[in-house]
């Protein structure tokens, strides 16, 4: 970039000052002048032609006006010949007037005095081949003639002819008198005034030279265009050797035109004239003004080059000289906007001090050991007291949603000046003056006058320590206050400066706080999804063994179903039966409470009544504690409905209950059951075992709490785990079990626990808004049985064993297939085939794939889905797809009887 000296510039730029104008005079001259003397020349041209072209008209119609009343009077007598006379000599508009008879020879004439002589001569003239005289016999009716050589004066000449008595009355008018008249109203030698005829000829001019010559014109632009156009027309052409500038206006009357034109260089005399002489004043005023800009320009920049030398002392850090002034009002307020600025650097400085000591405390603050987050902020405080030059602080947390402040710590100076007898720590919003200002106007608060009045004070605790200044600021997160910080009795009032200290250390501390929150919930995520995960894949191996579990259990169970049918009731093997019966029920049981563990036992979901499911429970929950344990029931009425298993739920209750008895023991204690609903946003779901993307909404909550043991953090860490148990002859499974319906009820569970203050179960469930039933579903004891042929499919030999004597027991015919291909060849080969019982897990084609491909054999096919895990998650994959019903493993008979009995 190209720098130049200050003198040089100021120079330059009034030389551009000066030149400037001078050329905007010269385009506005040039682009605006001729222009308008070209419009102005036109349009004076133009008045003057249609004056001359009133003049003719008035002219001509003066001769008319007379052969008109000529041809008024009656032609017989001794007096036509004076009265002719008489007539002519009252108008000098026409050079003769006469009388031409029908037949085209001249009856009667009259001549101008210097013309009498002449008038002999023309009496008895046959003009009847003259084409004039064809016009007006043909068309009888007043007109006037193309311009000739007149007879009577040897000149141009036009006539008007009209119709009278005793043939036609002509009047010539001498075209000499146009161009006398043309010379009389020209004053101007270099305007030229011409008219023309329809032809372009010259009849008349102002100086008679081109009337003498018989000029033809036509071939002017200008000219030919106005006989063309018939309206005025303007513009510019070249004449014998002269560029003009004229105009031609229509003379309709005789079809002739009248041009007024004039030279350019007469139309231009005067303004180039003008122009010289002010081209001449405003070269001179050119001259002066770049002396005087010169002058000026070496005398500003005189200035400002004291100015540059002061400020060039200035930044030497020379501080005591006085900035100059002068007479200019501007560069006076340049110097003082200089001074201005050399106070607002000092300030600076300042600023930047305290901005160094800022970032030292939050480098002190940052290298602080975050053991805890209490102790952190404990040591914020202080750094925040040191930072403002205060004598106390406190910080305080607020809530949004409840509009609640908390008290987290005061500075150790403020605790020991305290002498406040009752500490409050939770205070509402409403109820805070001042110090809650933060919050309401979501801005600092700031007062150097604690003690005068203010309207929004609310008085201090008696004992409280006295305040002199006082400053309080949000912390903001997100738009939401978070925290109030307050620091007061500084020995000097607070500043601006203070307050911006004050918030931007706390910006910082708080993403410190939140930048360690946020590790701390990260860190409890993971752990619960470890946890999590470590449940899901003892879920799964939980479910897979009940599954293969129940298979073997399905094949003991029916085989002692069907010999208990078959023996005799006095065999001493019914005893044996029987208990392999109750023991293969007991193992089933077993494979059920692994079932529910894993969140795959078998829900028979209805709409239920937490409240009346306790209440129907509570016999047999009373016989089943310690004697010294007393069960207290707080019940929430009415209570929404749960969709929920009423057997799972009963099974819930009675571990949790049985539970809190032993940890009860032999001492005496309280058993509480409470119910009620509560609605349950993000932060409290996350704080429960199972949080598993529940939604926030209304939950229904069932609370199971004892005045017992309790439990340490070990044991709480592995509660839940299966087969873990601190009972001697305990399986482990109970709590598991719960963990699991819970899960497949897409619950949660909060507990808490502390060693000898008791436990705490709380379980949650989403609220339903239907009301709560209980159904009863005890199997019909008929003796229904049916007919025709089943397909049984499994890949169990012993449940295909076991199902065909049970459905031949029921008066079915059976075949079996041991896997889904196999089953749909038998299918396809058959046709006798009243409905399928499936199987849903086999190798090589499952129960879903085979379920598909015999819906595209025959799409009305009834299909009876069996497996070991619950009727709720399989019939889910078939929903909408005509499955005709769902048996559970193991089964007994009368379940398959039930089953088979609603599609038959």
Same mark, same amino acid.
């Given at each position: 970039?190209?720098?130049?000296?200050?003198?040089?510039?100021?120079?330059?730029?009034?030389?551009?000052?000066?030149?400037?104008?001078?050329?905007?005079?010269?385009?506005?001259?040039?682009?605006?002048?001729?222009?308008?003397?070209?419009?102005?020349?036109?349009?004076?041209?133009?008045?003057?032609?249609?004056?001359?072209?009133?003049?003719?008209?008035?002219?001509?119609?003066?001769?008319?006006?007379?052969?008109?009343?000529?041809?008024?009077?009656?032609?017989?007598?001794?007096?036509?010949?004076?009265?002719?006379?008489?007539?002519?000599?009252?108008?000098?508009?026409?050079?003769?007037?006469?009388?031409?008879?029908?037949?085209?020879?001249?009856?009667?004439?009259?001549?101008?005095?210097?013309?009498?002589?002449?008038?002999?001569?023309?009496?008895?003239?046959?003009?009847?081949?003259?084409?004039?005289?064809?016009?007006?016999?043909?068309?009888?009716?007043?007109?006037?003639?193309?311009?000739?050589?007149?007879?009577?004066?040897?000149?141009?000449?036009?006539?008007?002819?009209?119709?009278?008595?005793?043939?036609?009355?002509?009047?010539?008018?001498?075209?000499?008198?146009?161009?006398?008249?043309?010379?009389?109203?020209?004053?101007?030698?270099?305007?030229?005034?011409?008219?023309?005829?329809?032809?372009?000829?010259?009849?008349?001019?102002?100086?008679?030279?081109?009337?003498?010559?018989?000029?033809?014109?036509?071939?002017?632009?200008?000219?030919?265009?106005?006989?063309?156009?018939?309206?005025?027309?303007?513009?510019?052409?070249?004449?014998?050797?002269?560029?003009?500038?004229?105009?031609?206006?229509?003379?309709?009357?005789?079809?002739?035109?009248?041009?007024?034109?004039?030279?350019?260089?007469?139309?231009?005399?005067?303004?180039?004239?003008?122009?010289?002489?002010?081209?001449?004043?405003?070269?001179?005023?050119?001259?002066?003004?770049?002396?005087?800009?010169?002058?000026?320009?070496?005398?500003?920049?005189?200035?400002?080059?004291?100015?540059?030398?002061?400020?060039?002392?200035?930044?030497?850090?020379?501080?005591?000289?006085?900035?100059?002034?002068?007479?200019?009002?501007?560069?006076?307020?340049?110097?003082?906007?200089?001074?201005?600025?050399?106070?607002?650097?000092?300030?600076?400085?300042?600023?930047?001090?305290?901005?160094?000591?800022?970032?030292?405390?939050?480098?002190?603050?940052?290298?602080?050991?975050?053991?805890?987050?209490?102790?952190?902020?404990?040591?914020?405080?202080?750094?925040?007291?040191?930072?403002?030059?205060?004598?106390?602080?406190?910080?305080?947390?607020?809530?949004?949603?409840?509009?609640?402040?908390?008290?987290?710590?005061?500075?150790?100076?403020?605790?020991?000046?305290?002498?406040?007898?009752?500490?409050?720590?939770?205070?509402?919003?409403?109820?805070?003056?001042?110090?809650?200002?933060?919050?309401?106007?979501?801005?600092?608060?700031?007062?150097?006058?604690?003690?005068?009045?203010?309207?929004?004070?609310?008085?201090?605790?008696?004992?409280?320590?006295?305040?002199?200044?006082?400053?309080?600021?949000?912390?903001?997160?997100?738009?939401?206050?978070?925290?109030?910080?307050?620091?007061?009795?500084?020995?000097?009032?607070?500043?601006?400066? =203070?307050?911006?200290? #004050?918030?931007?250390? +706390?910006?910082?501390?708080?993403?410190?706080?939140?930048? %360690? *929150? &946020? $590790?701390?919930?990260?860190?409890?995520?993971?752990?619960?999804?470890?946890?999590?995960?470590?449940?899901?894949?003892?879920?799964?191996?939980?479910?897979?063994?009940?599954?293969?579990?129940?298979?073997?259990?399905?094949?003991?169970?029916?085989?002692?179903?069907?010999?208990?049918?078959?023996?005799?009731?006095?065999?001493?093997?019914?005893?044996?039966?029987?208990?392999?019966?109750?023991?293969?029920?007991?193992?089933?049981?077993?494979?059920?409470?692994?079932?529910?563990?894993?969140?795959?036992?078998?829900?028979?979901?209805?709409?239920? =009544?937490?409240?009346? #499911?306790?209440?129907? +429970?509570?016999?047999?929950?009373?016989?089943?504690?310690? %004697? *010294? &344990? $007393?069960?207290?029931?707080?019940?929430?009425?009415?209570?929404?409905?749960?969709?929920?298993?009423?057997?799972?739920?009963?099974?819930?209750?009675?571990?949790?209950?049985?539970?809190?008895?032993?940890?009860?023991?032999?001492?005496?204690?309280?058993?509480?059951?409470?119910?009620?609903?509560?609605?349950?946003?993000?932060?409290?779901?996350?704080?429960?075992?199972?949080?598993?993307?529940?939604?926030?909404?209304?939950?229904?909550?069932?609370?199971?709490?004892?005045?017992?043991?309790?439990?340490?953090?070990?044991?709480?860490?592995?509660?839940?785990?299966?087969?873990?148990?601190?009972?001697?002859?305990?399986?482990?499974?109970?709590?598991?079990?719960?963990?699991?319906?819970?899960?497949?009820?897409?619950?949660?569970?909060?507990?808490?626990?502390?060693?000898?203050?008791?436990?705490?179960?709380?379980?949650?469930?989403?609220?339903?808004?239907?009301?709560?039933?209980?159904?009863?579903?005890?199997?019909?004891?008929?003796?229904?049985?049916?007919?025709?042929?089943?397909?049984?499919?499994?890949?169990?030999?012993?449940?295909?064993?076991?199902?065909?004597?049970?459905?031949?027991?029921?008066?079915?015919?059976?075949?079996?297939?041991?896997?889904?291909?196999?089953?749909?060849?038998?299918?396809?080969?058959?046709?006798?085939?009243?409905?399928?019982?499936?199987?849903?897990?086999?190798?090589?084609?499952?129960?879903?794939?085979?379920?598909?491909?015999?819906?595209?054999?025959?799409?009305?096919?009834?299909?009876?889905?069996?497996?070991?895990?619950?009727?709720?998650?399989?019939?889910?994959?078939?929903?909408?797809?005509?499955?005709?019903?769902?048996?559970?493993?193991?089964?007994?008979?009368?379940?398959?009887?039930?089953?088979?009995?609603?599609?038959?």
């Amino acid at each position: 970039m190209t720098v130049r000296s200050l003198r040089n510039v100021l120079t330059l730029q009034s030389l551009l000052a000066v030149v400037l104008p001078f050329g905007m005079v010269v385009l506005f001259g040039f682009f605006w002048i001729y222009p308008e003397t070209i419009r102005d020349a036109q349009e004076r041209q133009l008045r003057l032609a249609r004056a001359v072209g009133v003049q003719v008209e008035s002219h001509l119609e003066t001769a008319a006006a007379v052969v008109r009343a000529t041809a008024a009077m009656p032609t017989v007598g001794h007096n036509f010949q004076k009265h002719l006379d008489a007539l002519l000599g009252a108008t000098d508009a026409m050079s003769s007037l006469y009388l031409v008879a029908t037949d085209g020879k001249v009856s009667g004439v009259s001549l101008r005095m210097d013309r009498k002589m002449r008038q002999k001569d023309l009496d008895s003239l046959d003009i009847s081949g003259n084409p004039f005289f064809h016009k007006i016999s043909h068309d009888r009716k007043p007109r006037w003639s193309n311009t000739f050589l007149s007879l009577i004066n040897g000149g141009l000449a036009v006539a008007y002819s009209t119709p009278g008595d005793g043939g036609f009355f002509v009047g010539e008018v001498d075209l000499a008198l146009l161009t006398k008249f043309l010379k009389q109203i020209s004053s101007d030698q270099d305007t030229l005034i011409m008219i023309v005829d329809q032809n372009g000829q010259v009849i008349a001019d102002n100086n008679g030279r081109y009337t003498a010559q018989q000029l033809n014109i036509s071939n002017i632009p200008l000219v030919r265009s106005g006989i063309v156009a018939d309206a005025p027309t303007v513009g510019q052409f070249s004449f014998e050797g002269y560029a003009m500038t004229g105009s031609i206006i229509q003379i309709p009357d005789v079809d002739w035109h009248v041009l007024v034109a004039r030279t350019n260089i007469s139309i231009f005399r005067t303004s180039r004239n003008i122009s010289l002489v002010v081209l001449g004043a405003i070269l001179l005023a050119l001259s002066g003004g770049v002396m005087t800009s010169i002058y000026l320009a070496r005398k500003l920049a005189a200035r400002f080059d004291a100015l540059a030398d002061r400020a060039q002392k200035f930044a030497d850090g020379d501080r005591s000289g006085v900035w100059p002034v002068t007479t200019i009002a501007e560069f006076n307020q340049l110097s003082g906007n200089l001074q201005l600025m050399g106070d607002t650097l000092h300030q600076q400085e300042l600023v930047l001090r305290e901005s160094e000591s800022r970032m030292s405390s939050l480098y002190n603050i940052s290298q602080y050991p975050f053991g805890d987050e209490a102790g952190f902020l404990d040591h914020a405080l202080d750094e925040v007291i040191k930072l403002t030059g205060s004598a106390i602080g406190y910080i305080y947390f607020y809530s949004e949603q409840k509009r609640q402040f908390t008290l987290h710590s005061w500075s150790q100076s403020v605790m020991k000046e305290c002498a406040v007898q009752e500490h409050k720590t939770v205070y509402d919003l409403g109820s805070t003056g001042i110090w809650g200002e933060a919050v309401r106007q979501r801005k600092p608060i700031l007062l150097n006058e604690f003690a005068a009045p203010h309207p929004l004070k609310k008085g201090l605790p008696e004992g409280h320590v006295s305040l002199k200044r006082f400053l309080t600021v949000p912390v903001i997160v997100d738009e939401n206050v978070v925290a109030v910080v307050g620091v007061g009795n500084k020995d000097s009032d607070y500043l601006d400066s =203070d307050v911006m200290q #004050l918030s931007l250390f +706390m910006d910082a501390v708080w993403k410190i706080v939140s930048g %360690k *929150r &946020a $590790v701390e919930e990260r860190l409890k995520l993971e752990q619960q999804l470890l946890h999590t995960q470590k449940l899901e894949s003892l879920g799964v191996l939980a479910g897979g063994i009940a599954h293969d579990f129940n298979n073997i259990l399905t094949a003991i169970i029916g085989n002692a179903d069907l010999a208990l049918m078959r023996l005799n009731k006095e065999s001493p093997a019914v005893d044996n039966l029987q208990r392999i019966e109750q023991s293969a029920s007991r193992a089933a049981d077993l494979a059920k409470q692994m079932l529910a563990y894993s969140g795959k036992g078998k829900f028979m979901v209805e709409s239920l =009544d937490i409240n009346k #499911l306790v209440e129907e +429970m509570l016999h047999m929950l009373e016989v089943s504690i310690s %004697k *010294r &344990a $007393v069960l207290r029931l707080n019940f929430t009425k009415p209570l929404p409905a749960v969709e929920a298993d009423a057997t799972q739920m009963r099974q819930i209750i009675m571990n949790l209950v049985i539970n809190a008895s032993e940890a009860i023991g032999d001492k005496s204690g309280v058993i509480a059951i409470t119910t009620g609903c509560m609605d349950c946003d993000d932060s409290y779901l996350k704080g429960v075992w199972l949080d598993e993307n529940l939604k926030d909404g209304l939950y229904v909550y069932l609370e199971i709490a004892d005045s017992g043991c309790g439990m340490d953090k070990d044991v709480m860490e592995k509660l839940f785990d299966p087969f873990f148990t601190t009972k001697f002859t305990g399986r482990g499974l109970g709590m598991a079990a719960v963990l699991g319906i819970v899960r497949g009820h897409h619950g949660a569970i909060k507990v808490y626990s502390e060693p000898g203050k008791g436990s705490s179960f709380k379980i949650l469930l989403p609220a339903s808004g239907r009301p709560s039933e209980i159904f009863n579903n005890e199997a019909d004891k008929d003796d229904w049985r049916g007919s025709g042929t089943v397909l049984l499919v499994d890949d169990e030999e012993t449940i295909r064993g076991i199902g065909t004597e049970m459905l031949k027991e029921l008066g079915f015919g059976a075949v079996t297939a041991n896997d889904g291909r196999e089953a749909l060849e038998i299918f396809k080969a058959r046709g006798d085939i009243s409905f399928v019982i499936l199987d849903l897990t086999m190798p090589h084609m499952d129960g879903e794939q085979c379920f598909r491909e015999l819906r595209r054999i025959k799409p009305d096919v009834k299909v009876i889905l069996c497996s070991g895990y619950n009727e709720q998650e399989v019939t889910q994959k078939f929903a909408g797809k005509g499955l005709s019903g769902f048996i559970q493993k193991p089964y007994r008979l009368s379940v398959l009887k039930e089953a088979v009995k609603r599609i038959s």
